[in-house]
C-alpha cells in the first residue's frame, strides 16, 4: 500500500469510556465484519477479557474504508489496554500510531487514565483527536466535557467530536476526520527493513504471533529476519494482517502494520518494544523504546493441594509463552509447602494470573500477601534486593529503600478532604493540585508502591463514591524506616507471614495477624503463645491455651484392635497439618490467614 494512504491510529480512553465498542462499530462500519458476525468488544478475544469487560492484550486491525474525497485508504486500528498495569503495552501501541483517538464518556468526563494516556500520546508526537463518547445517555453532559477536553488539550470546544459507539451515530464522521487529521507515515522505503514489535502473542498451534509496524523497507516472507535487542535470527514462516481475521499477504511496507510468525515457542524470543530487521543486510540502528517490562508487585503463589506443584510449574511456563512480565522462581515455605515466587506489574496483573491459572489448569492456590521490591543496605555496606519478605538479609540494617510511584488522583471538588486524608494515611505527599474545571479536581501525589497495592483502590472508591479515579506510574525510590515483622508461634517463624512494614504500622500488623492466627488454630495439647517480633523484640503477643484430649481414654483398657483403629485415624488426620515447631497446624489455618477480605 502507498504509505500516503495509510493512516495508523490507536483510541486511548479511561477503562469502560468505550473504547472496545467504538473499534466494534468501526469494524461494522467498514464493512469488514458483517452485521450477522458481529459480537460485543469483538476485539477482546480472551475469555477473561470478555468476562471482565476489560482489554488486557493490544489488537491491531487493518480497515479499508471509502473517505468522502472517493479515496480508499486503509485504517490501522490498534486497540490497547486501559489499566495501569499495563501501561507498558499502551505505550508500545502508541510508539506505532501517528494520531490517537481521545475517547472521554460524556457522562463520566476525563479521568485519571484519560490523562496518563493523552500524556503518553503527546510524547509520542501523536495527533489527538478528541471525542465524546455515550452521548445517547440520558445522563450526557457532552457540552461541560467538551470544554473540560478542549481545555486539557487546548482546542476548541467546537472542535471535539461527538459520538455513540453504541448506536454508530458520529462514528462515519469520526473516520472521515481520522482521514483528514493523521499524519500518513513516512519512512524511507529503500532502507533495510525495520519494524516495531508492538505486541507478541502465544499461539498453541501456530507458535508466537509477532504484530509489527514496519518503519522503513520491506519485510517479506521467505526472508530471515533477526531482533536486533538479542541478535537472534529467525526463519520468516507467514507475514500477515488481522482484518479481522489473519489474512496471509506477501509482505509489509513502510507505514503498514501486520503480523509475523516465525515459529518460535516464547514470546520472550520476540519482545515488545524490539526492532525487527532482515538477517541479511540488515539495519544497524535499532528504533528507539525497547524495555524490558519490570515485576514491581510480588507474590509467593502455592497449590493447596501439594502434588499439584509440577502442574503449577508448567502452567506458569506456558502463561510466560504469552507473558514477558510474569517472573517466577520457585519458593519453598515451611507453612505452605512448595511452590513459587511470582513477579508481576502489578495487582491487576496478579489477579488476572492467578485466575488463569485456576480457571485454565484447574488449580487451587494460595497466595501470599502481596509486596514490592526492597533494597536493604546493612551496615557492613553490603546491598540485597528482597523481593520475598522472609528472605530479609540478617545484620545491622543501615537503610532500606522502598519503590516510589508519581500518581494522579482525579475526583469532583467535594472528595479532596477524604482523599487527602486517604494519601496521608499512606504516606503520601501532596505535590500539586489543580482544577481541570469548577468542580473537578487533579491531584498530584508521590506515594509509596507499598502503600498503594493493598487495598488504595477500593479505600479510594469507597472514600469518594466511586468517583475517584487513580493513575500511577513507577518514580524510582526513596529511604524510609521499614521493619520486617515476624509472625511465631511457640517461638518458631512462620515464614509465610513475615512482612515489611513501616515501623509505624509494625504494631498494627502484629497485632491483627496474631489475633487471627490465635482464632484460626485449634488448641493443642500445650499452650502456644503467638508471637509478632521485629527482631528477636516481641511487640505482640496472644496464646493458644492447651487442651487434653486424650483419645484413648476412651477406649476402656482392653480393645487393643480398636485402639489401633484409632491411633491409626489420628495420624491419617495430622497428614493434612503442617508442623511449625511441635505446632500442628490445620493447612486450612494458613489459608484463611492469608485471604484478605
Ligand atoms: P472499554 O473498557 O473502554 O473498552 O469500554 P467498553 O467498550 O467495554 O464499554 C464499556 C461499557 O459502556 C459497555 O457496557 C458498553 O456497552 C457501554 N458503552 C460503550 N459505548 C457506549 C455508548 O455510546 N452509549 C452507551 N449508552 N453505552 C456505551
Ligand atoms: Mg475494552
Known amino acids: 500500500t502507498d504509505p500516503a494512504l495509510i493512516r495508523n491510529f490507536c483510541i486511548i480512553a479511561h477503562i469502560d469510556h468505550g473504547k472496545s465498542t467504538l473499534a466494534d462499530r468501526m469494524l461494522q462500519l467498514t464493512g469488514i465484519v458483517e452485521n450477522r458476525q458481529m459480537r460485543a468488544q469483538y476485539l477482546d478475544r480472551m475469555d477473561l477479557e470478555r468476562e471482565r469487560g476489560i482489554t488486557i492484550k493490544s489488537q491491531a486491525v487493518r480497515l479499508p474504508f471509502a473517505a468522502l474525497d472517493d479515496t480508499t485508504y486503509v485504517l490501522n486500528l490498534i486497540d490497547t489496554p486501559g489499566h495501569v498495569d499495563f501501561t507498558y503495552e499502551v505505550s508500545r501501541s502508541l510508539a506505532a500510531c501517528e494520531g490517537a483517538i481521545l475517547l472521554v464518556d460524556a457522562a463520566q468526563g476525563i479521568e485519571a487514565q484519560t490523562l496518563a494516556n493523552l500524556y503518553l500520546a503527546l510524547e509520542h508526537d501523536l495527533t489527538i483527536i478528541p471525542v465524546l463518547n455515550k452521548i445517547d445517555l440520558p ?34 464522521d469520526l473516520l472521515n476526520e481520522i ?109 528507539p523504546g525497547y ?67 485456576e480457571r ?68 503520601g505527599a501532596l505535590q500539586g493540585m489543580d482544577y481541570l474545571s469548577e468542580d473537578r479536581v487533579e491531584m498530584r501525589y508521590v506515594l509509596p508502591l507499598a502503600e498503594i497495592v493493598f487495598d488504595f483502590f477500593d479505600q479510594l472508591k469507597s472514600r469518594t463514591k466511586g468517583f475517584a479515579s487513580l493513575d500511577y506510574e513507577p518514580s524510582g525510590e526513596q529511604a524510609a524506616d521499614l521493619v520486617k515483622v515476624d509472625i511465631l508461634l511457640q517461638g518458631e517463624m512462620v515464614d509465610a507471614f513475615s512482612a515489611i512494614v513501616h515501623r509505624e504500622k509494625a504494631y498494627a500488623y502484629g497485632v491483627e495477624m496474631t489475633k487471627k492466627l490465635r482464632e484460626l488454630i485449634p488448641r493443642q495439647q500445650f499452650e502456644v503463645p503467638v508471637q509478632a517480633a521485629i527482631g528477636s523484640r ?55 490467614a492469608l485471604s484478605t477480605d
Open 291 to 357: 524495555q524490558d517490562p519490570k515485576p514491581m508487585v510480588f507474590s509467593g503463589l502455592f497449590p493447596i493441594d501439594g502434588s499439584d506443584y509440577p502442574v503449577l510449574r508448567d502452567a506458569l511456563e506456558k502463561l510466560q509463552l504469552n507473558d514477558a512480565a510474569l517472573a517466577f522462581e520457585p519458593e519453598n515455605s515451611g507453612a505452605l509447602g512448595f511452590g513459587f515466587r511470582c513477579g508481576f506489574l502489578g495487582l491487576l496483573h496478579l489477579e488476572i494470573t492467578r485466575a488463569r491459572l
Open 360 to 427: 485454565e489448569y484447574g488449580l487451587d492456590l494460595i497466595s501470599t500477601a502481596p509486596n514490592v521490591i526492597y533494597r536493604v543496605f546493612l551496615e557492613d555496606a553490603t546491598e540485597y534486593e528482597v523481593t520475598n519478605p522472609s528472605e530479609f538479609p540478617e545484620g545491622k540494617v543501615a537503610e532500606v529503600h522502598e519503590p516510589i510511584v508519581k500518581g494522579t488522583l482525579l475526583a469532583p471538588a467535594e472528595f479532596v478532604g477524604p482523599i487527602m486524608e486517604l494519601c496521608q494515611a499512606r504516606r
Open 538 to 592: 516481641v511487640i505482640a503477643r496472644e496464646n493458644i491455651r492447651a487442651i487434653r484430649k486424650d483419645v484413648l481414654s476412651k477406649c476402656y483398657g482392653g480393645d487393643i484392635s480398636r485402639k489401633r483403629k484409632l491411633l491409626e485415624k489420628q495420624k491419617e488426620g495430622k497428614r493434612k497439618m503442617k508442623t511449625v515447631g511441635r505446632v500442628e497446624v490445620p493447612q486450612e489455618a494458613f489459608i484463611s
Open 179 to 287: 482521514v483528514t487529521q493523521v499524519p500518513p507515515p513516512v519512512g524511507d522505503a529503500d532502507a533495510p527493513a525495520r519494524a516495531m514489535i508492538f505486541d507478541s502473542v502465544y499461539d498453541t498451534y501456530r507458535g508466537v504471533i509477532t504484530y509489527v509496524r514496519v518503519v522503513d523497507g520491506h519485510l517479506g516472507t521467505r526472508q530471515r529476519i533477526q531482533m536486533m535487542s538479542s541478535g537472534a535470527n529467525h526463519e520468516m514462516l507467514e507475514v500477515g494482517v488481522i482484518s479481522p481475521e489473519p489474512t496471509k499477504v506477501d509482505g509489509l511496507s513502510v507505514g503498514e502494520v501486520g503480523y509475523l510468525i516465525t515459529g518460535v515457542k516464547d514470546v520472550r524470543q520476540s519482545r515488545v518494544g524490539d526492532t525487527v530487521t532482515s538477517a541479511h543486510t540488515g539495519a544497524s540502528q535499532m528504533l
Open 139 to 172: 445522563a450526557a453532559m457532552p457540552d461541560k466535557y467538551a470544554a473540560e477536553l478542549a481545555g486539557i488539550i487546548g482546542c476548541d470546544p467546537s472542535e471535539v467530536l461527538r459520538v455513540s459507539a453504541k448506536s454508530g451515530m458520529g462514528v462515519e
